[in-house]
């Protein structure tokens, strides 16, 4: 019996088989090594330190699917990191004659930071991408919805009316501010590059008169970002990462947590496009995708505790905060990605049912409507009536079953009142029309 690849997810349907998954796959993540290994030998030719066959050759060795990434994990452990044993043997494909120039002057760190990098920013263009389709799904709920009233609910209870557009269009807002996030962090994604202790001493040994030049061509060669030092101990990038994923898995999380309350069978205002199966009870149809977002929603925060913890890094290059690093930012992710993925089929196919939004409008007897009948009574009757009056008839509600605005309409002292339309609750959504407008204009 062959044993079985721990790549596939089968305990993490939340990103299995999402885009992200394919990213930051072990084959992804060493192509992402390699990536970085040729990338700092063609610099180097470039710039006169190394032979051009030297940067051809190590770019044709370059190829993870040359290479045993299973061999590669075990081997790890000797060194407590991958690059090792991967130069050995980057080295040994390479061939005697140009061997010498991989990774020449670099440091373990440097080629595992800027791979990380590299994966980060792969990860990152695709959940952009799948963000952008979850933001246009709401944008078209929140159009579409605009003036579909639906109760409010505030600690968990029926508070005044709003609509579902203004609820869709809040969902974007949160969706376009993770968005915002993750694009600047995107573009400001750094290579690293310092050598054994982060002063380039290598470098210069081996003839480079202008380190920073070198750090520059070998981040515009992977298309990150050159930073002003070098961040063995500097955590930022791994803190900015950190923070803008935690963000977005919050604000899917919030889309997931209100569909996964509204779409309660004794609820069902709206519903997932198509939910899942039970193994127990055929009848079911499950919200799995809202769940699965929910999931990640959960674990995010403390995967980001975790890379925070690890900026108290000591000295100039750190034995164990960074390599606490690895497995939570590449978790993160992974998560993340799946749940922008969920998000987008979620939103793509969610079902509104607006009639049931308005029947339960009226679960309360009219009372939904008390704030807007103090405000509207007050004149008339004096603050004091109004407010005994309206607190009489909320409890006689019940007790009569009849709705208030039945009740209103047997004072006499409000006969010249439109009662029917001051307790109609559509009619009592404030400014959410004009909210949901101008949270559209927002590209």
Not at 368 to 397: F, M, N, Q, Y
Request: proline share 5%; charged share 25%.
């Amino acid at each position: 019996m062959t044993s079985p690849d721990p790549d596939t997810g089968l305990l993490a349907p939340g990103w299995a088989g999402s885009p992200a998954a394919s990213a930051t796959a072990d084959g992804a993540y060493l192509q992402a090594l390699l990536d970085a290994e040729a990338a700092l030998t063609r610099v180097q030719a470039r710039l006169g330190l190394a032979p051009e066959g030297a940067a051809d050759r190590v770019t044709e060795a370059a190829r993870a699917d040359r290479f045993d990434v299973r061999s590669l994990a075990e081997r790890a452990r000797g060194g407590g990191n991958p690059v090792i044993p991967l130069v050995a043997d980057l080295t040994e494909a390479v061939g005697e004659v140009y061997g010498p120039y991989v990774h020449r002057g670099a440091t373990s760190q440097d080629i595992l930071d800027t791979a990380t990098m590299l994966v980060a920013a792969r990860t990152l263009d695709l959940l952009l991408a799948d963000l952008h389709r979850v933001q246009r799904a709401l944008a078209r709920l929140a159009s579409e919805h605009r003036d579909t009233a639906m109760p409010g609910r505030t600690l968990t209870q029926h508070a005044v009316p709003t609509t579902f557009g203004l609820k869709a269009a809040g969902w974007r807002a949160l969706v376009l501010d993770a968005r915002d996030r993750l694009a600047a962090v995107r573009d400001s994604l750094p290579a690293q590059l310092g050598g054994a202790a982060g002063t380039l001493a290598a470098f210069t040994v081996y003839g480079s008169e202008d380190t920073q030049a070198l750090r520059a061509a070998f981040a515009a060669e992977l298309g990150l970002r050159a930073p002003l030092l070098p961040w063995h101990t500097l955590r930022t990038p791994i803190a900015d990462l950190a923070g803008c994923l935690a963000f977005t898995a919050g604000a899917l999380g919030k889309i997931a947590a209100d569909v996964l309350v509204l779409g309660r069978t004794e609820i069902a205002e709206i519903a997932e496009g198509s939910g899942g199966g039970s193994s127990a009870m055929p009848h079911k149809a499950n919200p799995v995708r809202s769940t699965l977002i929910a999931a990640a929603a959960r674990r995010a925060p403390q995967l980001a505790a975790t890379l925070y913890g690890s900026l108290t890094a000591e000295d100039e290059r750190p034995a164990g905060a960074w390599h606490a690093e690895w497995e939570p930012l590449r978790d993160l992710l992974r998560l993340v990605g799946g749940a922008a993925r969920d998000a987008a089929e979620l939103t793509g196919g969610l079902r509104v049912h607006a009639d049931t939004m308005r029947e339960h409008l009226d679960l309360t007897h009219g009372l939904i409507v008390s704030e807007r009948l103090s405000a509207e009574l007050a004149p008339v009757l004096g603050r004091a009536r109004a407010k005994a009056l309206l607190t009489d008839l909320a409890k006689r509600t019940y007790a009569e079953d009849l709705s208030l605005g039945e009740l209103l309409a047997r004072e006499p002292e409000l006969k010249n009142i439109d009662i029917g339309s001051l307790t109609d609750p559509a009619r009592y959504t404030g400014s959410a029309g004009a909210l949901t407008d101008r949270a559209l204009e927002r590209p």
